[in-house]
């Protein structure tokens, strides 16, 4: 539909800040005050990694893993990778080497739970993940860990990517549709 990039361009400025409507993200929420909560880092074979939980809105959490290189410093690259529709969730073996193997060549992983999906279930009931605002708080819970990752020193915030499988893939599409700040989107096993 589009021969030239100025007219692809313009589409997208067209369409972009209908995403964020049609996601009930315009205006974008006021960031909690609160700071994130992070576990002791855990040294292992080539790489670290803490837990962490963001406030996205007053008492409503996003949970993920941060994977960083051990001896590699910064500026260093940042992967975010939201898990899909697995038992486990980001827990699962392939999903932690995956992540362990992104820290290893150089770059920041985060491994993060959709919306009533994985930890976030010791918040909200699983068909909660079904309900309509479901992608919408997914959608800030992505924003909200972007920007805490961009906002680390370590950070270079040239390079940053995404890739997600399942429904992890669907949110990859649309997280790289919403958001400047990601400029390589891999989604798999998605759509």
């Not at 963001?54 to 051990?70: D, M, T």
């Not at 990778?81 to 820290?103: E, F, L, N, V």
């Not at 997600?164 to 649309?174: A, D, I, N, R, Y």
Request: proline content about 6%; charged content about 25%; some cysteine.
């Amino acid at each position: 539909l589009y021969h030239d990039k100025i007219s692809r361009e313009q589409r997208k400025a067209l369409l972009k800040p209908l995403l964020y409507e049609a996601q009930r993200l315009s205006p974008l929420p006021a960031k909690p005050s609160s700071k994130p909560i992070l576990t002791p880092k855990r040294v292992m074979d080539g790489y670290t990694v803490e837990n962490i939980a963001i406030e996205i809105l007053p008492g409503l959490y996003v949970n993920g893993s941060i994977y960083k290189p051990l001896k590699i410093k910064g500026p260093l690259p940042v992967v975010l990778s939201p898990d899909g529709h697995w038992a486990q969730q980001r827990y699962r073996k392939d999903a932690q080497i995956r992540c362990a193997m992104i820290a290893r060549m150089g770059a920041m992983a985060v491994s993060y739970d959709l919306f009533a999906w994985g930890e976030s279930l010791l918040q909200f009931k699983s068909e909660d993940h079904r309900r309509s605002l479901a992608q919408t708080i997914q959608t800030l819970g992505g924003i909200r860990i972007l920007d805490y990752m961009i906002s680390l020193k370590e950070t270079d915030k040239s390079r940053v990517g995404i890739s997600g499988g399942s429904g992890g893939g669907s949110h990859t599409v649309l997280m790289a549709a919403m958001d400047e700040r990601i400029k390589l989107s891999v989604p798999v096993v998605s759509l």
